[in-house]
């Protein structure tokens, strides 16, 4: 009989992450699934996030909260800073700094204290936003500081990020996850969802999603608001 | 006339963040130091970082929110789990599983808001407590990773992590600090000060530093509890 493999998972209430829990899972890993509140505009994702964890039979989401709105930077923390509505070029204003490297970094923690070896993380270099922190060289960077930075790299173990999806397109994640039975209708997407979780169906967010499903050949279950 | 050079600075309260602080400051930085509140046992330490940055005649420390606390694994946020007060071998209970590397995440996305390029931390690598994340690869692979996680490494610029004290004995640090004026007396390096910011004078942090006056041949001003 195999030890039991533990694993964090950030889970934000997306498309991405669910399907990426679903893979872990399916992998056989013991799933500790972590979401933040960290000052987003709405909490629907939170909302999501815990709708996927309970529909995949996994551990609610631990939620951590940590104040990056406060350090402002981003339309998706800052009310005051429009969500594009149609295609803008270079690192969009929906990007919030070093967002997802203090992520992975509270996963790391969380792994420490677990005793985990294997940080799940959905980023995706395909259909993504042009986000910095979503590209292949950000993840192997961020997995060589988190071998220097642990105890389980001075003790001379691995500590593993998984980013599954780096190379997928929108479309076969879509397929992946709907075979691991994935239920996307629960997974919120948008940058300006409702408290409900209805999405807008114009922001950069909800216009990759929506392509995703087309391309896949598959009904798109999201709830919009209109 | 050169622009001036924006740098964030990471305060803590203690003896070694305020050197950092004091050493950004005399070469000419802007300096934007930011504290955090961690779920740490005492708040001292964040009355004494506003202390500091008072004194040094740099603007008050903004002090952000992240439940590090929450996810257990350290004596320094678990008050079930005691405070040595004898010497230990291997890394101690005080450790913060990714303290450094979530701090020096959520100093990198106020960085990128700032467009600071500069980001300053007071680890040390002589007379510490034996912290994985206080080695000079963690500092090596955490500016690895800064250039390629923000927009500053895609649009071809520098992020620095500058860990000045990295290979200063405490003795040197005190020594530097007290040229540059900083008052020792406002600091707390105590792992279980009162909240007042009386030290134990028992604990290895306690030990370290007073050993550190020692060593510099000069008064320790640290106010002790009993």
């Given amino acids: 009989m195999s030890a039991i493999k533990h694993a964090v998972v950030l889970v934000s209430g997306g498309l991405d992450s669910a399907t990426v829990l679903a893979m872990a899972k399916s992998l056989g890993y013991q799933c500790h699934p972590l979401s933040f509140d960290y000052g987003q505009r709405h909490l629907a994702e939170i909302t ?3 709708a996927v964890c309970r529909h995949l039979e996994v551990p609610m989401p631990r939620v951590v909260r940590v104040e990056l709105g406060a350090l402002g930077g981003s339309a998706l923390t800052d009310a005051a800073i429009a969500i594009p509505e149609a295609p803008t070029t270079g690192i969009p204003v929906t990007y919030v700094p070093a967002r997802n490297t203090v992520f992975l970094s509270l996963g790391l923690a969380l792994a420490e204290v677990l005793g985990a070896e294997d ?8 259909d993504y936003s042009g986000y910095p922190d979503c590209r292949p060289e950000f993840i192997a960077a ?3 500081l988190a071998n220097v930075a642990t105890k389980v790299g001075v003790e001379g173990g691995m500590m593993n990020i998984r980013a599954p999806l ?6 076969g994640i879509i397929h992946t996850g709907t075979a691991l039975g994935v239920d996307y209708a629960l997974t919120v997407s948008c940058y300006q969802a409702t408290d409900e979780g209805l999405a807008c169906g114009r922001c950069d967010s909800c216009r990759i999603r929506a392509e995703g499903f087309q391309q896949a050949g598959l009904p798109d279950p999201t709830r919009y608001r209109d």
Same sequence: chains 1, 2.
């Avoid at 940080?119 to 395909?126: E, H, L, Q």
Wanted: zero cysteines.
């Fill in 142 to 144: 961020f997995e060589r």
């Fill in 166 to 171: 780096l190379h997928m397109t929108k479309a």
């Fill in 119 to 126: 940080i799940f993380i959905g980023v995706n270099a395909v």
């Fill in 48 to 50: 999501a996030a815990f």
